[in-house]
């Protein structure tokens, strides 16, 4: 029968090979956001910011941020990213920039810009497939400073330094310094790194970042001085705990019994909620874990799932904050009204996460477009990929039409409005590993939807209130054209004065027609308009 | 300095990490199309079809494949996928399906639906993580029959076979089944299970199929006897490598001179270009490749690039064809007209790939609503991410108002339309790994608008000469309608026979209005208005 077939079985055994993590991402570099010239200089200036922002607020220090852009060839750049971060210790500089899927933060329940031990090195990757060269890391903790010139080896994802060397630090400098060329294309306008670090500088207010581009020096100043609360990092929740990654749990855990495993490896179960759950799984309290049966194991996860359970800790999150989004959008938005929305936090799979929405309207914003959308995740701009995002699901999904803004279909509203949105979590479902837009799960389109309503809600007072005043206006302006000539008819009618008539139609015009101040709606009219309201 | 710090550089080093691969995709499973319980059912059974019409393609042999698929609990299935290809041979199947990035197809440049050694891992991965429970593999070559029950060890991405049995194969079988649980939604309608299979045997009528689901069987039957030709397998083209893996490729190469490297480890090199190439370089023809300095691979990699070659050989393609496009949208599609266009191959990054499109018309299609699209890569439905893939930005960009469409803004056309594409390539740039859509390359949309406005303007001499037509019969239904009364009119005015009047009002009518058969456009018509259209 073989014999017919055109390769066989035995001559496919020899064509079986592992591939490295680095190769694959080699090849599918578009994953990692490298799939054009321009795309590819901004995602290793957003890498480099992303992680040097992250290292300075892990270490409580205020963030200066320099980073310099200079074309060297044609299609070829220079770029350095520099930062007074913590520093790197010189002995895991090579694998935080020369392995893939090596960091810090991948198993840590807590809100980061970076999670994956990706981004870097894909730069580093980029960098040295493009031009053939090392790149350049110098860094220090405030004692010796340590040079390394080095690439990666693609074949085995292994770091290959080329050089390294130890200098003196008479200044105690500390942080972190990243030199590397690629080859790319500079842009300043939408999808470009002058956007990107504005829309950082929005939700990063405490970050003092310089850029030295091609066409000269940008500056975002540090407006505010105080780093924000620390995210504290969180065990997993019972309920988003899958039964395969309990299994594991269960054969790695330290400790010596059921109730012990249940009361240090998770989050919110104490003593009585874990005596609790093992009498509904049937399963003794001094029970091994590491002896349970498959059997007992579905028992437990189950079980784990019908207690009733507080919800995780929230203190791993760290949203922007009311203010924060308020103020961000009035220094960089034209908009005459403003009104921002944090959600309290929710749960998916287990992961804290919290939403928030922030609305500009009106001003020199264009009424006959789309709305502009900022969006947000960890406190990083997403530029790409909008309409693949759960932000643009909920957007349009929201009607619209009820807060005063056209719409048409499954879009997004038309008017002048701008939509911002922030997604914080201990972990965002990216839809691919260059990060650019939120994956579409059912809970967080929700909870956005839901943020939206709230903001929107809140606009639409004003929105309605602008549109009533005009109204007046125009029925203020068409009494009063008529006025005189109705005043002479009565007046010869009746007899009396016309000065008179007039004056008494006037006020009646006046008060019919008097209208609230723009912006100062009632209490009563929000909770009219609110309880008119039936959201979906 | 940093004893004032929150976490020191120092703390940080132990928290660096390293995460299997296995692990990475576990977690970001959304990445493989695992974000929610419908999808998950249908990434599975795609998975594992992709891989049998693969298999048996490879092989040469008519695949026959059965899928089942029946609810065990509430949330929970039982799929089982079985084919009857080549098998795996017994010492590989633990890492065909217990070892991320472990496969046959990553490095060869050649047409096929898998590459990446993610997919079917992935299934695994899922599979494991919802039940807890194990997998079983059944193969044979022919010879005897393998039965693995198997897990993935995630944190180490290495296979866990937990049984192994070998049976006596009296029938000679050869084949592969897998069968798996896991937690899933069955639907029906749209991105679903029996969309997928429909979408399948439209691109792959050389398949049958038979699915055993919860509400009963379905079955595709063969239509075409014979397996379409198989794609060979390329070399790199020198006009698509980086030079990050031109170094590579020096210094892994067996070859002892630079000139014997570049004709034997790229196509389309022969003795004179590659003398070109090194004189163009100032290379020595007898240089030892590994012991090329950076200066000297960066010059060997601008003159590669310089040198005059022919297109890479695109026998490494598997196109469907417009007969097979035409006869399988006529299959499933209540158009009245059709076309399909197979553009000739193009090269992007030095991969070989060729776009065809399919367009259905009129029928039963309703009209208000926007086309339906569908999209194939290498022969696999896409179901997922339209708005995120290279053919949507294709479509949107078209001007199909040209063709005699309604096309607001940016979107799809509206009007009793199908659109079928094809993206067939060596190497597909899936948006992520769950492979859904095609990522938006230049030279890719570019080809695809090409296709799309080719197919477009032969169908609208379709849709015009229709448009024309039923005009025409209006204005004859109203001369029609007038002829009585005016021939009466003039009948009285010039005394004639009222009747014969009729008659030659008739005629003239007749011939003013009379219109082509519709579907026959005359060759000249087709000329002039490709003529009148200026595409961009």
């Known amino acids: 029968m073989a014999d017919q077939w055109e390769i066989t079985a035995e001559e496919l055994e020899s064509k079986f090979k592992e591939i490295s993590v680095a190769e694959f991402f080699e090849k599918n570099r578009h994953l990692l956001g490298y799939e054009n010239p321009t795309k590819a200089l901004l995602t290793i200036v957003k890498e480099g910011v992303d992680n040097s922002l992250d290292a300075t607020n892990e270490a409580g220090i205020l963030p200066n941020i320099k980073i310099t852009l200079s074309q060297t060839t044609a299609d070829r750049f220079l770029i350095t990213i520099e930062d007074n971060g913590p520093g790197i210790v010189e002995s895991k500089v090579p694998f935080a920039f020369g392995k893939m899927l090596y960091g810090t933060k991948f198993h840590r329940l807590r809100q980061s810009r970076g999670t994956q031990g990706i981004g870097m090195h894909g730069a580093v990757l980029y960098s040295q497939l493009t031009t053939g060269k090392h790149v350049k890391i110098t860094t220090s903790t405030g004692k010796a400073i340590h040079v390394f010139e080095m690439m990666i080896n693609v074949t085995k994802n292994e770091p290959h330094v080329i050089s390294k060397k130890e200098l003196k630090n008479a200044d105690k400098w500390h942080g972190l310094k990243i030199e590397m060329e690629a080859e790319g294309k500079y842009i300043e306008r939408h999808q470009s790194i002058p956007e990107y670090l504005k829309q ?40 988003g705990v899958e039964i395969g990654i309990m299994r594991r749990m269960l054969s790695n855990t330290k400790t010596k019994n059921i109730i012990g495993f249940l009361t240090t490896e998770f989050s919110r179960v104490g003593r009585g909620s874990a005596e609790q759950i093992c009498k509904l799984a049937k399963i003794e309290f001094s029970q091994n874990p590491k002896q349970l049966t498959h059997e007992d194991s579905e028992r437990l996860h189950k079980s784990m799932q019908m207690v009733k359970l507080i919800s995780p800790p929230t203190n791993c999150l760290s ?14 938005l034209s908009g005459e ?6 959600r309290p936090p929710s749960v998916y799979r287990g992961n804290p996460f919290q939403v928030e929405v922030g609305l500009a309207y009106g001003g020199q914003m264009p009424a006959d477009q789309s709305a502009l959308v900022l969006r947000f995740a960890n406190k990083v701009p997403l530029l790409y990929h909008q309409s693949d995002c759960a932000t643009n699901e909920a957007i349009v999904e929201t009607d619209w039409r009820r807060y005063g803004f056209s719409q048409s279909g499954n ?26 837009a939120i994956a579409n799960y059912t809970e967080i389109v929700k909870e956005m939807k ?8 809140k606009l639409s007072i004003y929105v309605h209130q602008k549109k009533r005043d005009s109204e007046r206006q125009i029925k203020r302006q068409i009494f009063e054209r008529y006025i005189p000539i109705v005043s002479e008819s009565l007046s010869k009618l009746t007899g009396k004065d016309k000065k008179i008539i007039m004056k008494k139609l006037e006020d009646i015009t006046k008060k019919k027609t008097d209208f609230l101040i723009v912006g100062e709606a009632k209490e009563e009219e929000v909770k009219e308009v609110e309880g008119n309201k039936e959201e979906t």
């Open 200 to 239: 950082t500088a929005i939700s990063n207010p405490y970050a003092h970042i310089i850029f030295e581009g091609p066409n000269g020096k940008l500056e975002f100043k540090r407006t505010v001085n105080e780093i924000p609360r620390q995210p504290k990092e969180i065990k997993p929740h019972p309920y």
């Open 319 to 332: 949203p922007l904050g009311e203010k924060l989004i308020t103020e961000g959008m009035k220094k960089e």
């Open 337 to 342: 009204f403003f009104v921002a929305v944090t």
């Open 411 to 436: 879009a997004a509203p038309a008017g002048p409005l701008a939509i911002l949105t922030h997604f914080a979590s201990v972990w965002v479902p990216y839809t691919s590993e260059g990060k650019q």
């Open 450 to 457: 839901l943020a939206l309503q709230e903001a929107g809600r």
